[in-house]
Nanobody, 128 residues
């Protein structure tokens, strides 16, 4: 069974940093792209970042570009989201998701239906 387990969330002051981790199991991790989404209560789940099978291919939402960095360690079956210069509007539950078996995207991988498995989520709270 495919399993995705996020960790690393917590409470941080505005301007601070957090690193989220997502440990994957049940499939060949290195063969698939991975994504991060976030959702605040009462709001739509929105795309944050994605990384392809390649160690080079990444894509970011405009709202986090320049502040967040997605990376992966295929030897550890783990995808990371390094979050710097955090803002109160970054407060949300963050989810990792299993994507497509590609090295690059023809279109931006923003749609939720492009991902077939999701983790349980980890809470990130940024105080003013």
């Amino acid at each position: 069974q495919v399993r995705l387990v996020e960790s690393g969330g917590g409470l941080v002051q505005a301007g601070g940093s957090l690193r989220l981790s997502c440990l994957a199991s049940g499939y060949t991790f290195s063969s698939y792209s991975m994504g991060w989404f976030r959702q605040a209560p009462g709001k739509e789940r929105e795309f944050v970042a994605a990384i392809s099978r390649s160690t080079v291919g990444t894509y970011y939402a405009d709202s986090v570009k320049g502040r967040f960095t997605i990376s992966r360690d295929n030897a550890k079956n783990t995808v990371y989201l390094q979050m710097d210069s955090l803002k109160p509007e970054d407060t949300a539950v963050y989810y990792c998701a299993k994507g497509q078996q590609i090295m690059a995207w023809a279109t931006a991988p923003k749609r939720k239906d492009e991902y077939d498995y999701w983790g349980q989520g980890t809470q990130v709270t940024v105080s003013s």
